[in-house]
C-alpha cells in the first residue's frame, strides 16, 4: 500500500507561483510513473504532468513552459514547480504514483489564482 500526501496548494496571484509537493510512503525509484492531475470545479479530471522511472517528462500543452515537474529519489517526493499562473490554474491538484501492478491517488491540494 502506498500513500501518497500533496502540500503546498493555496492562493496564488494570476503570474505568481506556487510549488507542490507529493510525499510518498514508497520507494518512487521503483514506480513505474509518478504524474499530477488537476480537477476543476464541472470538469473532468486531467493529467497535468507525468514523470517516468527513467526520468522523462511530459506536459499537458496547457501548462508547458510554466510548469515542471521533478522528483527526488532520497526523499520520496514528486515536486510540481507552477509558474506564469493564470486563473484557468485553478483546481484541485492530485498526485498519482504507478507501480505497474497498482495505481494509487493523493487527497488532493486546492490551488486557487485569483487577483
Known amino acids: 500500500q502506498v500513500q501518497l500526501v500533496e502540500s503546498g496548494g493555496g492562493l496564488a496571484q494570476p503570474g505568481g507561483s506556487l510549488r507542490l509537493s507529493c510525499a510518498a510512503s514508497?520507494?518512487?525509484?521503483?514506480?513505474?510513473?509518478m504524474a499530477w492531475y488537476r480537477q476543476a470545479p464541472g470538469k473532468q479530471r486531467e493529467l497535468v504532468a507525468i514523470m517516468s522511472s527513467g526520468g522523462s517528462a511530459n506536459y499537458a500543452a496547457s501548462v508547458k513552459g510554466r510548469f515542471t515537474i521533478s522528483r527526488d529519489n532520497a526523499k520520496n517526493t514528486v515536486d510540481l514547480q507552477m509558474n506564469s499562473l493564470k486563473p484557468e490554474d485553478t483546481a484541485v491538484y492530485y498526485c498519482?504514483?504507478?507501480?505497474?501492478?497498482?495505481?494509487?491517488w493523493g487527497q488532493g491540494t486546492q490551488v486557487t489564482v485569483s487577483s
Open positions: 498519482y504514483a504507478d507501480t505497474r501492478r497498482y495505481t494509487y
Open positions: 514508497g520507494t518512487i525509484s521503483s514506480f513505474y510513473a
